[in-house]
């Protein structure tokens, strides 16, 4: 079983940054990627980011790449999502997702890949 609790959401004006990060409860042989994901109201939940356990390779929604960057610190069990140049449309609830599969690309964009979901943080952006 894993727990993720995200934090560092708020509110920001257009053109702001925000890092958001998500603390696992444990790491070895429970997951081996880490994603984020967003829901705006009204809207279907969507991939915005995922990095592996091992090796730290990233995979970016096209939507936010080059603005949005995916990191963790494997030694306290962290993901961070940090997000820059934020537009009102990147208002959402956004959640951090934990995955057992080893398997990599473009499938990692699917909701149904992900075994572990934490709360989720409100990011506000004004315009």
């Known amino acids: 079983q894993v727990q993720l609790v995200e934090s560092g959401g708020g509110l920001v004006q257009a053109g702001g940054s925000l890092r958001l990060s998500c603390a696992a409860s444990?790491?070895?042989?429970?997951?081996?990627?880490m994603g984020w994901f967003r829901q705006a109201p009204g809207k279907e939940r969507e991939f915005v980011a995922a990095?592996?356990?091992?090796?730290?390779?990233?995979y970016i929604a096209d939507s936010v790449k080059g603005r949005f960057t995916i990191s963790r610190d494997s030694a306290k069990n962290t993901v961070h999502l940090q997000m820059n140049s934020l537009k009102p449309e990147d208002t959402a609830v956004y959640y951090c997702?934990?995955?057992?599969?080893?398997?990599?690309?473009?499938?990692?964009?699917?909701?149904?890949?992900?075994?572990?979901w934490g709360q989720g943080t409100q990011v506000s952006v004004s315009s």
């Open positions: 444990t790491r070895t042989f429970s997951s081996a990627t």
């Open positions: 990095i592996r356990w091992s090796g730290g390779a990233t």
């Open positions: 997702a934990a995955a057992r599969t080893g398997d990599w690309g473009p499938r990692m964009k699917f909701i149904s890949v992900y075994d572990y």
